[in-house]
C-alpha cells in the first residue's frame, strides 16, 4: 500500500454544479481524473468534509478518482424549500405513510447526475450511514452504472434491523438553537454518545469540526428533511438480492446510531458480499483505522476489474 506521509493527490477545490435533477451540489475530487472513479456520499446532516482529506488522499494514491460531494440539503448544495414538522416525523417513525419532500432515489439521482456531469458513465460507490442507503438505491435504480458498492454503518431499511439507540433521539429531534457555540456544543455531546469508544476523537478535534460544518452552511430544516427520507425508506432487502455486484459492508460493534445488525443484514442481503466487523468501533470512521479502510474499499473494486474482465 502507497505510503501516506506524504499525500501526493492533487484536488480540485470545491467546484458547484448544475445537476439535471434541478439541484446545484457542491463537489470536490482527489487525484488523477484517469483513476478509477470513487463516489462518495456522506450521511445525515454531513457535509463533504466529514470525509477526511486525508482518507481521500490516501484512496487517490491506491488509485481511484476520488469525489466527494455535499448533498442536497447541506453545505454548499442546494436547499429545497419545504418545511417537515417534528409530527410529521413522529407519524414515519411510528410506521404510517407521510409525504416526505423526496425520496433516497431522489438523492441517488443527484449522484448519478453528478457522475454525469464529471463524464463518467459509471463509478465504485462508497457511502456511509444515509450515504450507505442511497449507494444501496443507485445499485438497485441503475446497477449498470456501479462497478462495486461499499456501504458504512448503514442498513437495508427494514426495521427490525439497524435500530437506533432510544436514548439518541430526544437529542436528535431536539429544536436545534442558532448560535455557532450552541452549534458546536450539541455536536459535541452527540459524538461523545456516537463515536467509537476504542478510538475516541479528541475534544478538540470534534469542536473543529462542528465549527467548520457550521461555518459551511447548517440547515436545520435541511436535516428533518434529510431524516424524513430515511425514516420513509423501502426495505430493500429482498431487492438487494438480484445485486450481482462487488459489495463490501463494514460496521463497527459498538454503533449507536445504527446498531451492527444492519450491517449484517446488508451483507447476508447481497449475494458474495464481504462483511468487515470493527470492535470499538462506533458511528465514525476513527483515524488509525483508515487503512484497513482503503485496503479493503481497494480489494472490493479490484474484484469488480477482475470481474470485467471475464465478462
Known amino acids: 500500500m502507497t505510503s501516506t506521509s506524504e499525500p501526493r493527490a492533487t484536488t480540485s477545490g470545491e467546484q458547484v454544479a448544475t445537476l439535471s435533477t434541478g439541484v446545484d451540489i457542491c463537489y470536490e475530487t482527489f487525484g488523477d481524473p484517469a483513476g478509477d472513479p470513487l463516489l462518495l456520499v456522506m450521511g445525515l446532516g454531513g457535509p463533504m468534509t466529514w470525509w477526511n482529506p486525508d482518507f481521500c488522499r490516501m484512496l487517490a494514491d491506491n488509485g481511484f478518482y476520488v469525489i466527494r460531494f ?74 449498470s452504472r456501479v462497478r462495486s458498492l ?13 435500530w437506533q439507540d432510544p436514548r439518541l433521539a430526544p437529542m436528535l429531534l431536539a429544536k436545534r438553537q442558532k448560535s455557532r457555540e450552541a452549534y458546536i456544543d450539541t455536536s459535541a455531546r452527540l459524538w461523545k454518545m456516537i463515536g467509537s469508544p476504542l478510538y475516541p476523537d479528541t475534544a478538540d478535534t470534534v469542536r473543529e469540526r462542528a465549527a467548520e460544518t457550521f461555518d459551511r452552511g447548517v440547515d436545520p430544516a435541511g436535516v428533518m428533511r434529510q431524516m424524513l427520507a430515511v425514516v420513509a425508506q423501502p426495505d430493500r432487502s429482498r431487492h438487494l ?45 476513527p483515524i488509525p483505522l483508515h487503512e484497513t479502510f482503503v485496503d479493503a474499499i481497494r480489494r472490493n473494486a479490484d474484484r469488480a476489474a477482475k470481474a470485467a474482465k471475464k465478462r
Open 241 to 285: 438480492r438480484g445485486l450481482r455486484i462487488p459489495a463490501l459492508v463494514i460496521h463497527g460493534t459498538n454503533d449507536r446510531m445504527v446498531h451492527v445488525s444492519g450491517g449484517r443484514a446488508t451483507a447476508r442481503a447481497i449475494p458474495g458480499c464481504e462483511l468487515l466487523l470493527v470492535p470499538g468501533m462506533g458511528h465514525d470512521l
Open 150 to 162: 461499499t456501504s458504512i454503518m448503514s442498513t437495508t431499511g427494514r426495521r427490525s434491523v439497524g
Open 70 to 143: 455535499d448533498n442536497r440539503d447541506v453545505g454548499r448544495s442546494t436547499k429545497i424549500p419545504r418545511r417537515v414538522t417534528r409530527k410529521t416525523l413522529a407519524r414515519a417513525f411510528s410506521g404510517l405513510r407521510v409525504r416526505a419532500p423526496y425520496t433516497l432515489s431522489d438523492m441517488a439521482a443527484d449522484g448519478f447526475a453528478l457522475l454525469d456531469h464529471l463524464g463518467l458513465g459509471s463509478a465504485h460507490l462508497l457511502g456511509i450511514s444515509m450515504g450507505g442507503m442511497i449507494v444501496q438505491t443507485m445499485a438497485l435504480d441503475d446497477p
